[in-house]
């Protein structure tokens, strides 16, 4: 199976082929995500809140996603695979972003970086490691990273400024090279505004049907999650499922039926 490169995106966008995104932390989940062909698998920093058991994205460290990173790429033959650059391994300057963004790929073989932010700083930064042979895939809208910040997890570009200054970053992003943009959490007449202005695609997440794509954490399509953010949908509830099994087999062995004689 041949693996995606970054023109398949703008292609995609060009054919009006709608492009599916999905999270993974782990080797098994990064298989089944890549046999049901999704186009791009995004080892998101909020595996710190899925996988680790924080209460927000920012305690993650590039080692940990790393790791998890490293778990991901050897189960992946055919999506494009981007990793998050966790939070303060990349804004303190543009060659931190770079060093970091060089240990994702040469360490885990991740295929470009995600990072947060359309500010004016936030792209140079992605200008710098366009530049430099480095897809980023960059992201607006609700930042998770900057959620002490914003005060929450809540829907952004609500008043008419902070809508302007969003269609500002994205095409800001474009700009410095990004080659497609996550619009997280934003009203879905905005995302629609932002994908007909832009020509690299949108994956949107809580951004409403006109995207040019859709991202989800992978827990919560599963409903593995403890809580879904408002727009996630749970397209199955595996920890119903995994509970009933893992009962069975208590039950079974405490009988003497398992393993049989
Ligand atoms: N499992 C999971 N799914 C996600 O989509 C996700 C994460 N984790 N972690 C990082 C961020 C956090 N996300 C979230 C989390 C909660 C809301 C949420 O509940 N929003 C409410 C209340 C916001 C508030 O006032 O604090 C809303 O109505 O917008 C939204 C996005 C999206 N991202
Ligand atoms: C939800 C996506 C866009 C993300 O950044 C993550 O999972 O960390
Ligand atoms: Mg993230």
Same mark, same amino acid.
């Given at each position: ?44 920093? =909020?595996?710190?809140?899925? =996988? ?42 543009? %060659? ?19 990072? %947060? ?24 809208? +609700? ?16 008043? =008419? ?12 992003? %474009? ?18 505004? $932002? =994908?007909?202005?832009?020509? $690299? ?13 859709? $991202? +989800? ?8 999650? %403890?809580? $879904? ?33």
């Amino acid at each position: 199976m041949a693996a995606l490169s970054i023109h398949h995106f703008r292609q995609a966008k060009q054919d009006g082929q709608p492009l599916v995104a999905l999270t993974a932390a782990d080797y098994a989940t990064a298989q089944i995500l890549d046999k049901a062909g999704i186009d791009l698998i995004l080892v998101g920093d =909020s595996l710190a809140m899925t =996988s680790l058991g924080y209460t927000s994205t920012l305690p993650l460290t590039l080692e940990a996603m790393l790791h998890h990173a490293q778990a991901v790429r050897r189960g992946v033959e055919r999506a494009f695979l981007v990793a998050d650059l966790p939070f303060m391994t990349y804004q303190v300057q543009k %060659e931190q972003a770079l060093l970091s963004a060089g240990r994702l790929m040469k360490e885990a073989g991740v295929n470009g970086v995600k990072l %947060e932010g359309g500010y004016p700083d936030m792209v140079e930064t992605v200008a710098f490691l366009v530049q430099r042979g480095i897809p980023v895939l960059g992201h607006i809208g +609700l930042t998770p990273q900057a959620k002490h910040q914003l005060g929450g997890y809540r829907q952004q570009g609500k008043t =008419s400024p902070e809508a302007e200054r969003l269609r500002q970053e994205a095409l800001n992003l %474009e700009q410095a090279g990004a080659f497609a943009l996550v619009l997280e959490h934003m009203p879905a007449e905005l995302a629609a505004q $932002i =994908s007909e202005q832009v020509g $690299i695609p949108t994956l949107g997440i809580g951004a409403g049907p006109d995207c040019d794509g859709q $991202i +989800l954490v992978t827990h919560d399509l599963l409903g593995l999650s %403890e809580r $879904i953010p408002p727009f996630a949908k749970a397209y199955t509830n595996l920890r119903q499922t995994i509970l009933e099994a893992v009962q069975a087999f208590v039950v079974e062995v405490q009988k003497g039926a398992f393993p049989p004689s």
